[in-house]
């Protein structure tokens, strides 16, 4: 996978933007990263709120070694963005965000569920769940890791939520759609009447989204 740096850039750019605006992100919390090349990406910098980045902001770093190649301090999640990359060849783009309902789940000790909605089977199949580890840390990398196989989405516990893509959008519309989902789950719980597709439904849309997905 090879892509030009200077859409790579613009795309962190823009979906930092959306992110922000959409409140998928408050602060300066949330992290954004896009492949150039099979040893290069391109991540948004520690202590930067994502809603008001330039792209001279960004830091570009090498995969296989984690070192700067340009600009300044990567952001802090950089080893588990690191371990998505090193681990998904075909990983072009990861988001992590700390989207409301998303992160009540987190607090609550359970994933996204989408088997709700045919929209949610098809767009992200089954939402990982990942044990906490401190922010940062290699552990959390590496919990992270052991589940990424088979999944574009992954809640993480006490934490908030992490999404990969083919490139940055297809990273960012998954959050998206993952933070629709949470917020439906968590209301419809509040209504006290949740219904999930029947099995045979369940297996029937997951075979529809084979082809797709990793
Ligand atoms: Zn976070």
């Known amino acids: 996978m090879k892509r030009v740096e200077g859409e790579v ?4 750019v823009d979906f930092g933007k959306a992110l922000y605006a959409r409140r998928l992100v408050t ?3 949330g992290n954004i990263s896009g492949r150039i090349d099979d040893n290069a990406i391109i991540i948004t910098p520690s202590g ?4 008001h980045l330039k792209g001279f902001d960004l830091v570009r770093m090498l995969i296989d070694s984690g070192k700067v190649t340009a600009g300044g301090k990567p952001s802090m999640e950089t080893p588990f963005h690191l371990a ?6 075909e990983i072009g783009g990861v988001v992590h965000a700390h989207p409301l309902h998303c992160t009540i789940l987190a607090c609550s000790g359970r994933t996204v569920r989408t088997d709700l909605t045919p929209e949610g089977l098809l767009y992200l ?5 990942i044990p906490y580890a401190t922010p940062g840390s290699n552990e959390l990398a590496e919990n992270l890791r052991a589940e990424m196989k088979g999944h574009d989405a992954f809640i993480m516990e006490n934490h908030g939520a992490i999404t990969v893509g083919k490139d940055v959008a297809e990273a960012y519309y998954r959050m998206e759609t993952l933070e629709y989902l949470a917020e439906i789950q968590v209301m419809a719980e509040g209504v006290g009447r949740l219904k999930g597709l029947e099995d045979g439904e369940v297996q029937k849309i997951l075979g529809m989204a084979e082809g797709t997905k990793r």
């Open 48 to 51: 930067y709120c994502k809603g």
């Open 125 to 129: 199949g089954k939402v990982a769940f």
């Open 9 to 12: 850039r613009k795309d962190v």
């Open 27 to 29: 602060g300066m919390s």
């Open 84 to 89: 998505l990359y090193k681990e998904g060849k």
